[in-house]
Each structure stands twice: as C-alpha cells, then as structure tokens.
Antibody
C-alpha cells in the first residue's frame, strides 16, 4: 500500500523549533520529489516547500512565508522526509501534510497524502 | 507569479450538476491546474489535472466518471454531474510556477461544496 505517515507535531512556543517526519512506504521513495503542504484551521491549502530526488541534486524550494526559517531534508535509506521548523510564529499553526509529486506518463499529481500532523504555536 | 481564485462556496441539490471554477491571474492562460477533493477531517485527494485542452493525463484513483474538467482562457472548470452526498467536500485547485530554487506551488483558496 502506498502510504505516508507524518509525525512530530505538537505545541511549541513562539520562537521555538520543531522537526516533523514523513515516513513513506509502498513506492520508490528515493526517486520521488517530496512536498510539504499546510492548512490552518478552516483555511485553504498552503504549499510550504519541496525537496527533489538525488538525481535532481536534492534541490529544495520554499514558500516566501517560510524561507530562511524552515528546512526540508530527506534520508533515502530510511524512506523519510523531514521538515525542520525554526523561529516559529503563531501564524505557522496548522496541520502539516507531506505528499509525493508523482509522474506516470502524462499524469502528474500529488499522491499519496499523509494524515497530517498538527503544529500549534502558542505561549 | 500566478494567483488562483476560487469562489468560497457552492451548492447543488442531490442528483443535480455543479461547475466549480478556478481562475488564473492575467498572463497565465497556458498554465495547467490540479484539482483536489478534501472531505471533512481528511487529507486532500487528487481529482485530475486540466489545461486549455482539457484533462491532462488520467483521473485520480476512484474518481467517478461523473467528474470532468474543461479549460478555457484563464478559467479551469471542474464539473460534477449527478451529485451524490459523498461529493460534499472542499475542492482546491493548484498550479506550479518557476524552476529550481525559484519553484513554487500555489493553491486557490478552495471552494466548499454543499449538497442540498
């Protein structure tokens, strides 16, 4: 079964740090670009960033709202992607999802999605 | 950079049809857009990708034939026919832009579909 499982969410004070993990199974993780997307309560989806595969030099890209504070990494030996979040702000409070950007022929899509992990930034 | 605009809400009666719209900002008429369905309390689910020529690639797993897409100018449409109760969801559109470190992905604000 193709699956992603996020973990590491929780309550953190403003200015603090947190590291999220995304464990993958059922597909070739090492060849996949992995993205993080977040969703504040009652709001729409917001793209956070992505990391490409080794073949694409593990290139990263970030949303302007998190650039310089968040870092995405991956460990292909553990089939796991990470999101290191520093200097957290109250506006970073959201459910964080990881997802794969899959490509099969002409079909390009985000799938699967994890169940999400809640990050709450509050004093 | 592109901006995607979606109406915040839509409604349709059981068995009727509805068309959801995602509008790209000026200058981005050649962009392809993904549609995602998000049921209450769940993660998003890929529906299909659309460009000005219609669907790009295949539908997502388990997406019924009642769902179809069309692209025209700056608009990308998702039409649902014979609406069922399980179609009541938030629908998000999104598109990518740029490359390398300047790559980013942008989502619209989402449309909440209510089945009456």
């Amino acid at each position: 079964e193709v699956q992603l499982v996020e973990s590491g969410g929780g309550l953190v004070q403003p200015g603090g740090s947190l590291k999220l993990s995304c464990a993958a199974s059922g597909f070739t993780f090492s060849g996949s670009a992995m993205h993080w997307v977040r969703q504040a309560s009652g709001k729409g989806l917001e793209w956070v960033g992505r990391i490409r595969s080794k073949a694409n030099s593990y290139a990263t890209a970030y949303a302007a709202s998190v650039k310089g504070r968040f870092t995405i990494s991956r460990d292909d030996s553990k089939n796991t992607a990470y999101l290191q979040m520093n200097s957290l702000k109250t506006e970073d409070t959201a459910v964080y999802y990881c997802t794969r950007r899959g490509i099969v022929g002409a079909t390009v899509w985000f799938d699967p999605w994890g169940q999400g992990t809640l990050v709450t930034v509050s004093s | 950079q592109p901006v995607l605009t979606q109406p915040p809400s839509a409604s349709a009666s059981l068995g009727a049809s509805v068309t959801l719209t995602c509008t790209l900002s000026s200058g981005y008429s050649n962009y392809k857009v993904d549609w995602y369905q998000q049921r209450p309390g769940k993660g998003p689910r890929f529906v299909m990708r659309v460009g000005t020529g219609g669907i790009v690639g295949s539908k997502g797993d388990g997406i019924p034939d009642r769902f179809s897409v069309l692209g025209s100018g700056l608009n990308r449409y998702l039409t649902i026919k014979n609406i069922q109760e399980e179609d009541e969801s938030d629908y998000h559109c999104g598109a990518d832009h740029g490359s390398g470190s300047n790559f980013f992905w942008v989502f619209g604000g989402g449309t909440k579909l209510t089945v009456l």
